[in-house]
Protein backbone atom coordinates (compact mmCIF):
# COMPACT_ATOMS: atom_id res chain seq x y z
CA UNK A 1 0.00 0.00 0.00
CA UNK A 2 1.52 3.44 -1.03
CA UNK A 3 2.54 6.52 1.86
CA UNK A 4 0.30 9.04 1.86
CA UNK A 5 1.69 12.29 3.33
CA UNK A 6 -0.42 14.76 4.80
CA UNK A 7 0.63 18.33 6.07
CA UNK A 8 4.07 17.18 5.27
CA UNK A 9 4.14 14.91 7.46
CA UNK A 10 5.10 11.27 6.66
CA UNK A 11 1.99 8.94 8.02
CA UNK A 12 2.46 5.76 5.52
CA UNK A 13 5.25 2.72 6.59
CA UNK A 14 4.58 3.02 9.69
CA UNK A 15 7.44 5.89 10.06
CA UNK A 16 6.92 8.41 12.94
CA UNK A 17 6.51 12.64 12.44
CA UNK A 18 9.05 14.54 12.12
CA UNK A 19 8.22 16.81 14.64
CA UNK A 20 11.26 17.19 16.50
CA UNK A 21 13.41 18.44 13.64
CA UNK A 22 11.37 21.68 13.11
CA UNK A 23 11.52 22.30 16.96
CA UNK A 24 15.42 22.32 16.84
CA UNK A 25 14.77 24.32 13.82
CA UNK A 26 12.44 26.37 15.60
CA UNK A 27 14.97 26.97 18.89
CA UNK A 28 17.62 27.71 16.59
CA UNK A 29 15.85 30.65 14.76
CA UNK A 30 15.02 31.98 18.13
CA UNK A 31 18.45 31.97 19.54
CA UNK A 32 19.68 33.39 16.34
CA UNK A 33 16.50 36.24 16.14
CA UNK A 34 17.28 36.81 20.44
CA UNK A 35 21.30 37.14 19.58
CA UNK A 36 20.03 40.23 16.42
CA UNK A 37 17.94 41.98 19.22
CA UNK A 38 20.23 41.60 21.83
CA UNK A 39 23.41 43.00 19.76
CA UNK A 40 20.73 45.94 18.16
CA UNK A 41 19.68 46.69 22.02
CA UNK A 42 23.72 46.29 22.95
CA UNK A 43 24.44 48.91 19.76
CA UNK A 44 21.75 51.01 21.04
CA UNK A 45 23.12 51.45 24.11
CA UNK A 46 26.25 52.62 23.36
CA UNK A 47 27.00 55.95 22.87
CA UNK A 48 30.31 58.10 22.18
CA UNK A 49 30.50 61.70 23.18
CA UNK A 50 33.14 63.44 20.72
CA UNK A 51 36.27 65.42 22.14
CA UNK A 52 34.64 68.69 23.08
CA UNK A 53 31.33 67.95 23.17
CA UNK A 54 28.74 67.30 26.33
CA UNK A 55 25.73 64.54 25.56
CA UNK A 56 22.52 65.79 26.60
CA UNK A 57 20.01 62.41 27.13
CA UNK A 58 16.22 62.55 26.31
CA UNK A 59 13.73 59.95 26.88
CA UNK A 60 10.61 60.08 24.33
CA UNK A 61 11.33 63.74 24.20
CA UNK A 62 11.69 64.96 26.99
CA UNK A 63 14.83 66.43 28.49
CA UNK A 64 15.96 64.32 31.62
CA UNK A 65 18.62 66.75 33.27
CA UNK A 66 21.08 64.40 32.57
CA UNK A 67 24.68 65.05 30.29
CA UNK A 68 27.38 63.04 29.48
CA UNK A 69 31.32 64.41 28.91
CA UNK A 70 33.55 63.25 26.78
CA UNK A 71 33.55 59.30 25.95
CA UNK A 72 32.02 56.25 25.67
CA UNK A 73 29.18 55.45 27.66
CA UNK A 74 25.91 52.98 28.40
CA UNK A 75 22.91 54.23 28.59
CA UNK A 76 19.19 53.21 28.75
CA UNK A 77 18.44 52.19 24.57
CA UNK A 78 15.43 53.92 25.02
CA UNK A 79 17.21 57.48 25.97
CA UNK A 80 18.64 59.61 22.92
CA UNK A 81 21.23 61.35 23.43
CA UNK A 82 22.15 65.11 21.65
CA UNK A 83 25.62 66.30 21.22
CA UNK A 84 26.38 69.46 22.01
CA UNK A 85 30.06 71.43 21.19
CA UNK A 86 31.01 73.00 24.76
CA UNK A 87 34.62 74.47 22.34
CA UNK A 88 35.16 78.31 21.82
CA UNK A 89 32.91 79.57 18.76
CA UNK A 90 33.23 82.88 17.13
CA UNK A 91 30.53 84.51 15.87
CA UNK A 92 30.91 87.33 13.26
CA UNK A 93 28.95 89.94 12.66
CA UNK A 94 29.21 93.30 10.63
CA UNK A 95 26.17 96.24 11.28
CA UNK A 96 25.37 99.28 10.64
CA UNK A 97 25.02 101.22 13.73
CA UNK A 98 24.43 104.95 15.10
CA UNK A 99 26.83 107.15 16.43
CA UNK A 100 25.89 109.71 19.42
CA UNK A 101 25.49 112.90 16.52
CA UNK A 102 23.58 109.99 14.69
CA UNK A 103 25.93 109.23 11.95
CA UNK A 104 25.39 105.48 10.45
CA UNK A 105 28.83 104.10 10.88
CA UNK A 106 29.99 100.53 9.60
CA UNK A 107 31.29 98.25 12.24
CA UNK A 108 32.42 94.55 12.20
CA UNK A 109 32.39 92.81 15.14
CA UNK A 110 33.61 89.36 16.76
CA UNK A 111 32.32 87.45 19.82
CA UNK A 112 34.51 84.57 21.49
CA UNK A 113 32.06 82.56 23.58
CA UNK A 114 31.35 78.67 24.54
CA UNK A 115 28.77 76.81 25.92
CA UNK A 116 28.53 76.51 29.84
CA UNK A 117 28.75 72.08 30.18
CA UNK A 118 26.75 72.54 33.54
CA UNK A 119 23.87 74.72 31.71
CA UNK A 120 24.45 72.43 28.26
CA UNK A 121 20.55 70.93 29.18
CA UNK A 122 18.98 73.58 30.73
CA UNK A 123 20.23 75.35 27.36
CA UNK A 124 18.94 72.67 25.26
CA UNK A 125 15.35 72.24 27.18
CA UNK A 126 14.87 75.89 27.04
CA UNK A 127 16.23 77.35 24.07
CA UNK A 128 17.59 74.56 21.86
CA UNK A 129 20.76 73.55 19.63
CA UNK A 130 20.27 76.68 17.34
CA UNK A 131 20.85 78.74 20.30
CA UNK A 132 23.85 80.77 18.44
CA UNK A 133 20.60 82.05 16.26
CA UNK A 134 17.78 82.53 18.65
CA UNK A 135 20.17 84.62 21.69
CA UNK A 136 23.51 85.78 21.05
CA UNK A 137 22.76 87.16 17.65
CA UNK A 138 20.34 89.36 18.76
CA UNK A 139 21.73 90.09 22.23
CA UNK A 140 24.93 91.20 20.11
CA UNK A 141 23.07 93.39 18.29
CA UNK A 142 21.73 95.11 20.43
CA UNK A 143 24.84 95.55 22.65
CA UNK A 144 26.48 96.96 19.35
CA UNK A 145 24.18 99.87 19.16
CA UNK A 146 23.40 100.78 23.05
CA UNK A 147 27.59 101.13 23.27
CA UNK A 148 28.47 102.63 19.99
CA UNK A 149 24.99 105.50 20.14
CA UNK A 150 26.72 106.80 23.63
CA UNK A 151 30.09 107.38 21.42
CA UNK A 152 30.78 110.00 18.54
CA UNK A 153 32.08 108.61 15.42
CA UNK A 154 35.83 110.71 15.75
CA UNK A 155 36.02 108.88 19.65
CA UNK A 156 35.00 105.35 17.82
CA UNK A 157 37.21 105.82 14.94
CA UNK A 158 40.01 107.22 16.96
CA UNK A 159 40.81 106.16 20.91
CA UNK A 160 37.24 104.72 21.96
CA UNK A 161 37.06 101.38 20.63
CA UNK A 162 38.59 99.41 22.96
CA UNK A 163 36.27 101.10 26.10
CA UNK A 164 33.44 100.02 23.20
CA UNK A 165 34.57 96.67 23.05
CA UNK A 166 34.71 96.10 26.72
CA UNK A 167 31.58 97.92 26.97
CA UNK A 168 29.98 95.22 24.74
CA UNK A 169 31.52 92.34 26.50
CA UNK A 170 30.45 93.72 29.89
CA UNK A 171 26.92 93.50 28.53
CA UNK A 172 27.20 90.54 27.01
CA UNK A 173 28.22 88.67 29.75
CA UNK A 174 25.35 90.11 31.95
CA UNK A 175 22.38 88.93 29.29
CA UNK A 176 24.27 85.69 27.88
CA UNK A 177 25.79 84.05 31.00
CA UNK A 178 22.57 83.30 33.16
CA UNK A 179 21.34 82.14 29.92
CA UNK A 180 24.46 79.40 29.80
CA UNK A 181 26.89 81.29 27.46
CA UNK A 182 30.11 82.21 28.78
CA UNK A 183 31.82 84.94 27.24
CA UNK A 184 34.83 84.97 26.50
CA UNK A 185 36.32 88.32 24.24
CA UNK A 186 34.44 91.00 21.66
CA UNK A 187 37.14 92.41 18.91
CA UNK A 188 36.19 94.78 16.79
CA UNK A 189 37.95 94.67 13.43
CA UNK A 190 36.98 97.59 11.68
CA UNK A 191 35.22 100.72 11.71
CA UNK A 192 33.82 102.15 8.23
CA UNK A 193 32.80 106.09 8.35
CA UNK A 194 31.22 107.86 6.11
CA UNK A 195 33.61 109.42 3.47
CA UNK A 196 33.14 112.79 4.02
CA UNK A 197 33.73 112.25 7.52
CA UNK A 198 36.82 109.88 7.44
CA UNK A 199 38.48 112.55 5.44
CA UNK A 200 37.66 115.13 7.78
CA UNK A 201 38.91 113.27 10.78
CA UNK A 202 42.14 112.28 8.86
CA UNK A 203 42.57 115.84 7.87
CA UNK A 204 42.36 116.76 11.51
CA UNK A 205 44.72 113.96 13.01
CA UNK A 206 47.53 115.52 10.49
CA UNK A 207 47.25 119.29 11.24
CA UNK A 208 47.59 117.77 14.60
CA UNK A 209 50.55 115.62 13.64
CA UNK A 210 52.01 118.54 12.37
CA UNK A 211 51.27 121.00 15.19
CA UNK A 212 53.32 118.50 17.80
CA UNK A 213 56.44 118.23 15.10
CA UNK A 214 56.35 122.22 14.71
CA UNK A 215 56.27 122.49 18.28
CA UNK A 216 59.30 119.72 18.95
CA UNK A 217 61.33 121.38 16.02
CA UNK A 218 60.65 125.02 18.65
CA UNK A 219 61.29 123.59 21.54
CA UNK A 220 64.78 121.70 19.93
CA UNK A 221 65.85 125.31 18.48
CA UNK A 222 65.35 126.67 21.58
CA UNK A 223 67.07 124.01 23.32
CA UNK A 224 70.04 124.82 20.65
CA UNK A 225 69.98 128.47 21.21
CA UNK A 226 70.75 128.17 25.11
CA UNK A 227 73.21 125.82 24.49
CA UNK A 228 75.14 128.38 22.19
CA UNK A 229 74.37 130.74 24.61
CA UNK A 230 75.72 129.43 27.87
CA UNK A 231 79.02 128.21 25.45
CA UNK A 232 79.86 131.16 24.34
CA UNK A 233 78.98 132.81 28.47
CA UNK A 234 81.30 130.16 29.15
CA UNK A 235 84.37 131.21 26.84
CA UNK A 236 83.64 134.97 27.93
CA UNK A 237 84.35 133.96 31.36
CA UNK A 238 87.36 132.38 30.40
CA UNK A 239 88.91 134.95 28.68
CA UNK A 240 88.20 137.78 31.50
CA UNK A 241 89.50 135.07 33.87
CA UNK A 242 92.73 135.00 31.84
CA UNK A 243 93.23 138.92 31.19
CA UNK A 244 92.87 139.71 34.99
CA UNK A 245 95.65 136.93 35.97
CA UNK A 246 98.36 138.73 33.25
CA UNK A 247 99.73 141.57 35.31
CA UNK A 248 101.99 144.68 33.23
CA UNK A 249 104.85 143.74 34.81
CA UNK A 250 104.99 139.81 33.44
CA UNK A 251 104.14 141.46 29.92
CA UNK A 252 106.90 143.16 30.21
CA UNK A 253 109.32 140.30 30.94
CA UNK A 254 107.71 138.34 28.91
CA UNK A 255 108.57 140.60 25.84
CA UNK A 256 112.04 141.19 27.31
CA UNK A 257 112.17 137.27 26.88
CA UNK A 258 111.18 137.21 24.04
CA UNK A 259 113.73 139.68 23.07
CA UNK A 260 116.44 138.06 24.32
CA UNK A 261 115.13 134.49 22.24
CA UNK A 262 115.26 136.78 18.60
CA UNK A 263 118.75 138.42 19.76
CA UNK A 264 120.44 135.02 20.27
CA UNK A 265 118.81 133.27 17.05
CA UNK A 266 119.72 136.84 14.90
CA UNK A 267 123.18 136.77 16.53
CA UNK A 268 122.90 140.69 17.82
CA UNK A 269 123.23 142.69 21.16
CA UNK A 270 120.36 144.30 22.81
CA UNK A 271 120.33 147.91 23.88
CA UNK A 272 117.85 149.43 25.87
CA UNK A 273 116.97 152.57 25.34
CA UNK A 274 115.45 154.67 28.31
CA UNK A 275 114.38 152.79 31.29
CA UNK A 276 112.56 149.46 30.49
CA UNK A 277 110.07 149.87 33.50
CA UNK A 278 108.82 153.13 32.40
CA UNK A 279 107.57 151.15 28.56
CA UNK A 280 110.63 152.28 26.47
CA UNK A 281 112.17 150.27 23.77
CA UNK A 282 114.98 147.85 23.11
CA UNK A 283 116.56 147.62 20.42
CA UNK A 284 118.78 145.05 18.75
CA UNK A 285 122.18 146.14 17.37
CA UNK A 286 124.84 143.94 15.57
CA UNK A 287 127.54 142.38 17.72
Do not use: C
Request: glycine share 8%; charged share 20%.
Amino acid sequence: MANVTRGGFDLGGGGMPAMPSLRAAGRKILWIAAGVVIFFLFLASVTSIPTGNVGVLTLFGRVTGETLPEGIHMINPLKAVQKLSIQTQSVKESASVPSNEGLILALDTSLLLHLDRSMAAQVYQSVGADYGDKIIEPTMRAAIRASTSAHTANALYTNARELVQQQIQDELTKQLAPRGVIVENVLLRDVQLPAMLKGSIEAKQQAEQDALRMSFILQKEKQEAERKRIEAQGIADFQKIVATGISPQLLEWKGIEATEKLAVSANAKIVIIGNPKNGLPLVLEPK
